[in-house]
Antibody, heavy 119, light 112 residues
Framework: QVQLVESGGGVVQPGRSLRLSCAAS????????MHWVRQAPGKGLEWVAV????????YYADSVKGRFTISRDSSKNTLYLQMNSLRAEDTAVYYC????????????WGQGTLVTVSS | DIVMTQTPLSLSVTPGQPASISCKSS???????????LYWYLQKPGQSPQLLIY???SRFSGVPDRFSGSGSGTDFTLKISRVEAEDVGVYYC?????????FGGGTKVEIK
């Protein structure tokens, strides 16, 4: 069965960096695009970024553009989110999700990893 | 960005009774390929979101047939024919016709 397991979350000071990982199993990782979606405490869902199945194309939410980078290592079946210049408003649970269609939706989600940006 | 607006914000339902959630998009979700890119997700308490419905009315794998989706253009509805205790949580609609993907604010469903 499809399984997505995020890791790398934690408490980080404003301005610092953090890298999240998402280990995928149960499907052919290199055939699917992947999303990152976040959820601030007590709030709704906010899409963050998507990476095409072949790693050639990526898109970002305006709120993270220029600070976050999505990448993948298909040899390790792992998705990453490099987060730089973190701000308090980046505090959220970060979910990785497999794309449905080319990029149009998220069909399977991980359990999430909490990132807290605080001094 | 496409704005997704859900109503109501919350819903309290007696088990066995129906429930309905409305979702409106600020732009048509009908693509020139003939598909309508509207999705429904459920986030149960303490869990990650799960896909319920894709392209307006197609149930995802394992989703019970008491869940149904309908609508077109900019107006959509999720219906639960007979609510069960396991259906509690927050329901989100989402559009996938253009990036950024956007989600409605959510509708919290509780059991009376």
């Amino acid at each position: 069965q499809v399984q997505l397991v995020e890791s790398g979350g934690g408490v980080v000071q404003p301005g610092r960096s953090l890298r999240l990982s998402c280990a995928a199993s149960g499907f052919t990782f290199s055939n699917y695009g992947m999303h990152w979606v976040r959820q601030a405490p007590g709030k709704g869902l906010e899409w963050v970024a998507v990476l095409w199945y072949d790693g050639t194309t990526e898109y970002y939410a305006d709120s993270v553009k220029g600070r976050f980078t999505i990448s993948r290592d298909s040899s390790k079946n792992t998705l990453y989110l490099q987060m730089n210049s973190l701000r308090a408003e980046d505090t959220a649970v970060y979910y990785c999700a497999r794309t449905g269609g080319v990029w149009n939706y998220c069909d399977y989600w991980g359990q999430g990893t909490l990132v807290t940006v605080s001094s | 960005d496409i704005v997704m607006t859900q109503t109501p914000l919350s819903l309290s339902v007696t088990p066995g009774q129906p429930a309905s959630i409305s979702c409106k998009s600020s732009q048509s979700l009908l693509h020139s390929d003939g598909k309508t890119y509207l999705y429904w997700y459920l986030q149960k308490p303490g869990q990650s979101p799960q896909l319920l419905i894709y392209e307006v009315s197609s149930r995802f794998s394992g989703v019970p047939d008491r869940f149904s989706g309908s609508g077109s253009g900019t107006d959509f509805t999720l219906k639960i024919s007979r609510v069960e205790a396991e259906d509690v949580g927050v329901y989100y609609c989402s559009q996938g016709i253009q990036l950024p993907l956007t989600f409605g604010g959510g509708t919290k469903v509780e059991i009376k």
